[in-house]
C-alpha cells in the first residue's frame, strides 16, 4: 500500500501542559524549526487562543518564520467554540489553522457546557463560518471522543452527522483521559471510518495506562489518516503518544510511510528535554542514555561474533552508536569493544586481570567509563601510565554580593617533554564551578590544550536527608572531533565533586593527544 500517514505534532501546545513544563519564545521557535525544517513532520500544533501575552509573542515569532519558509499551512493553533474570540486571535497574529475544540461527550457537553446538543451544534457552525470568512482552516478536536463512544456514541454520530457538511478538513479523535486498549481503538476507529468514509480522521492518544504508542499504531492498522504525538511523550499528567517511538513504529511495522527524517529524532529529543527541563528517562526507547548499551557479557560477545543482538531498531539511524558498559555483568566482549575504543591492547592475561577488577568495582554499585580505564589498568597492572594532571590546590570562595573566585593550582606533567610544571591561575566565574572552569580555561592555554565542550551536567544526591552523603557528579564531554565521553567525580561537596570529574577529563585529553602523537 506505502500509504502516507500524517503526523501532527503537539509538543508546543498539549505538550507544554505538562507540570513544570514552559517555553520562552526563542525556545519555542527553535523547536519548530527542528520539527518543520529537520525533522520534517506533517504539521505543528503550537499554541492555545487567548492564553497569555507570552504565547502571543511565540506565536508571532513562529508564525513570521513559517511565512518566510512556506510553513504557515503547517502550523495549528487550538482555538474555542466561541465565535469570533478564538478566530480574531489567530487571524490577527498571522495564523491561518485553528483546531476547535468541540465536546464529543454527553458528560461533557451538560456538565462542562451544560448545554444542549443542538445548541453546541449551533455554536460550532458559526464559529467555522466566521473562520471561514476570514481564510482561517478548521480542523476539529471531538473532546473526551473515548467516553462519548463507550457511554454517549449516538451523541458522537450525532456531532459528525451535523458537522460532516462544514468546511471542516480533520477530524479529530483524542482519547482524552487515556482510557482506551487497543481492541477497543480498533473495534471505534474501524466503526467511525465504515460510518463517514468520506471524512479525514486523526487520531490523539494519552498514555496514563501506558499504551499511547501501542493505541497509535493500532489505529493505523485500523485505517487511520493521521496520528498526534508529542516529542519525549511529553504533555498532561502521564503524557502523550512519544513521536520518536510512533515514528519508528510505523517505519518498522507497516507497510506505510511518513515524512519523517529519523536522523533528526535524537537532536530534537535531546533539545526537548534540554528546554523543558524533564530529563528523559535512561530507558526510554530510541533516545534514551542505555537504550543502545548491552550490559551483559553473553550480549557483547553475540554481537561480536556476528551482530546476535542487534535487530532492525539501529542506533546508527538516529545519530548513535552502540555501546557496551562495564561493571559486574561484564565478560570480556564487553572489556575488548571497550579497549578498542581507547585505543589500548593487553594480553590476554592482562585482560583477564583488569576484568577481575572492572567486576569488582561493579559488585560496590561503581559504573565505569571506557575513559576510566587506563587507571584501572594502571593501577592492576601497576603499569607507568600516570597521570599527566594533578590537581595540587583548588580554593573556591564564594558570598553573597560577589562573584565566585577561584585559584587552582595544577601539577603538569609533560610526558613528550619529560618535564613537570606547576601551573598556577585565578578567576572569577558565576559559580563556584565556572569560576573554577575559567581558571582552568587559562591554565589550558599556557600549554596548549584544547579543552572538549561541556554537553551535560548531572549531579546525583542520595535520599535520605544527610547533609555529609556523598555526592556523584557525572559530567559529559564533546572533543574537537565531536566524539562525547563520560568523567565522574564523587565528594560530600558537590563543587568539588565536578571539580573531580573535571580533573579526570584533563588527563583523558592528555592520554588522547599523547596517542595521537605516538601513533
Not at 560477545?301 to 542487534?310: C, Q, S, T, V, W
Amino acid at each position: 500500500m506505502n500509504k502516507k500517514i500524517e503526523i501532527m505534532d503537539t509538543t508546543l501546545r498539549d505538550g507544554e501542559q505538562m507540570k513544570d513544563v514552559s517555553y520562552i519564545p526563542q525556545e519555542k521557535l527553535a523547536i519548530a524549526k527542528i520539527l518543520l525544517g529537520d525533522v520534517k513532520v506533517d504539521r505543528i500544533e503550537i499554541a492555545s487562543a487567548k492564553v497569555s501575552k507570552g504565547e502571543e509573542h511565540s506565536v508571532e515569532e513562529i508564525i513570521n518564520w513559517a511565512k518566510k519558509n512556506n510553513h504557515l499551512e503547517q502550523v495549528e493553533i487550538l482555538g474555542f467554540v466561541d465565535k469570533t474570540e478564538s478566530v480574531d486571535w489567530i487571524y490577527n497574529l498571522g495564523g491561518r489553522v485553528m483546531n476547535i475544540l468541540a465536546k464529543g461527550s454527553i458528560n461533557h457537553l451538560t456538565n462542562q457546557l451544560r448545554k444542549t446538543k443542538e445548541e453546541h451544534i449551533k455554536d460550532i457552525k458559526e464559529t467555522i463560518a466566521y473562520a471561514d470568512k476570514k481564510g482561517i482552516v478548521c480542523n476539529i478536536y471531538i473532546e473526551d471522543w473515548s467516553n462519548g463512544m463507550i457511554f454517549s456514541r449516538d451523541y458522537v454520530y450525532y456531532l459528525l452527522d451535523h458537522l460532516r457538511g462544514e468546511p471542516i478538513k480533520r477530524f479529530m479523535l483524542p482519547d482524552t483521559l487515556g482510557i482506551l486498549y487497543f481492541k477497543r481503538v480498533y473495534e471505534f476507529i474501524k466503526d467511525i471510518l465504515e460510518k463517514y468514509p468520506d471524512l479525514h480522521f486523526d487520531f490523539h492518544a494519552h498514555n496514563d495506562y501506558g499504551l499511547a504508542t501501542v493505541n497509535t499504531l493500532v489505529a493505523i492498522e485500523a485505517g487511520i489518516k493521521g496520528v498526534h504525538c508529542t516529542v519525549n511523550g511529553m504533555g498532561e499528567r502521564a503524557g502523550n503518544a512519544s513521536l520518536e517511538e510512533v515514528v519508528v513504529g510505523i517505519h518498522d511495522f507497516f507497510d506505510f510511510k511518513t515524512g519523517i527524517n529519523e536522523k533528526y529524532l535524537y537532536h530534537l529529543s535531546k533539545t526537548v528535554e534540554i528546554f523543558s527541563g524533564h530529563r528523559l528517562a535512561s530507558n526510554k526507547p530510541i533516545s534514551g542514555l542505555n537504550v543502545f548499551t548491552q550490559t551483559a557479557g553473553i550480549h557483547a560477545d553475540g554481537d561480536r561474533k556476528g551482530n546476535l543482538y542487534a535487530s532492525a531498531l539501529l542506533p546508527e539511524r538516529f545519530g548513535r552508536k552502540r555501546q557496551y558498559s562495564l561493571g559486574k555483568l561484564s565478560g570480556k566482549s564487553n572489556l575488548e569493544y571497550n579497549l578498542e575504543k581507547i585505543g589500548i591492547q593487553l594480553t590476554k592475561e592482562q585482560k583477564k586481570r583488569v576484568l577481575e577488577r572492572v567486576i569488582e568495582l561493579g559488585d560496590k554499585k561503581e559504573a565505569i567509563t571506557a575513559e576510566e580505564l587506563p587507571y584501572i589498568i594502571s593501577d592492576v597492572l601497576k603499569t607507568p601510565h600516570e597521570k599527566s594532571f594533578k590537581l595540587k590546590l583548588c580554593n573556591i570562595v564564594t558570598c553573597s554580593g560577589l562573584k565566585p573566585t577561584a585559584v587552582v593550582q595544577l601539577l603538569y606533567r609533560d610526558g613528550i617533554a619529560d618535564k613537570e610544571l606547576l601551573l598556577e591561575e585565578s578567576a572569577q566565574g558565576d559559580g563556584g564551578y565556572d569560576a573554577f572552569m575559567n581558571a582552568i580555561r587559562k591554565i589550558a592555554k599556557k600549554i596548549n590544550y584544547s579543552l572538549p565542550t561541556l554537553l551535560d551536567y548531572v549531579v546525583i544526591i542520595p535520599p535520605g536527608g544527610k547533609t555529609d552523603a556523598l555526592v556523584q557528579c557525572t559530567i559529559t564531554w564533546s572533543n574537537q572531533y565531536n566524539k562525547t565521553f563520560v568523567t565522574k567525580g564523587v565528594n560530600p561537596d558537590q563543587v568539588l565533586a565536578a571539580v573531580e570529574a573535571t580533573e579526570k577529563m584533563l588527563n583523558v585529553i592528555a592520554f588522547q593527544k599523547k596517542e595521537q602523537l605516538t601513533q
